[in-house]
Each structure stands twice: as structure tokens, then as C-alpha cells.
């Protein structure tokens, strides 16, 4: 997010907010924080506290291939690429 928060400044001179749907909400949310200029947020059926991101953390998820990451929440597996534990 912080990536493409300085790429949208480089194109337009405008207000920049954070928009993001379940899991995209909560590390919006998260951003929020850090990223600098943010003047708004918007979330659709995120989790309400951040704390759902911990289980994120390294130890966590498991390799499904070259640069990606599979995760389960809610008995449901995710598949995320190197960049979103980066970002």
C-alpha cells in the first residue's frame, strides 16, 4: 500500500485515501498509520482491530511456491506473494 500510495501521489495532486475489502480494509487500516497525507479511510467487512493481521507473522505461513505464501483465516487458504509482507 505504501508503494502505491507513492505512485498515485507521482500521477495526481489530490486528497489520497485508503479504500480496501476484508482483508485489504484491515491493512488499510493499518497503513493508515504510516502512510503520510492520508486524508480519508474506507473499509467494506474488515476486521475492526488490527490485531487480525498478526497472524501474518513469519512463522505462520507456509511456502506454496517461488515468492508466494499460502495462509488460512477462518479456514479459508489464501495465497499471497513476498511483497505483501514487505509493503
Not at 31 to 58: H, N, Y
Not at 75 to 82: K, M
Amino acid at each position: 500500500l505504501a508503494r502505491a500510495a507513492e505512485h498515485a501521489r507521482s500521477l495526481v495532486d489530490a486528497p489520497l485515501f485508503l479504500m480496501g475489502h476484508s482483508l485489504g480494509g484491515a491493512a488499510s487500516i493499518l497503513s493508515a498509520t504510516t502512510i503520510e497525507d492520508v486524508r480519508g479511510l474506507v473499509t467494506l467487512a474488515a476486521p475492526s482491530a488490527t490485531t487480525a493481521l498478526q497472524r501474518f507473522q513469519m512463522a505462520q505461513r507456509k511456502p506454496a511456491g517461488e515468492g508466494i505464501w499460502q495462509i488460512e483465516v477462518g479456514g479459508i487458504a489464501y495465497r499471497l506473494r513476498d511483497e505483501f509482507f514487505e509493503d
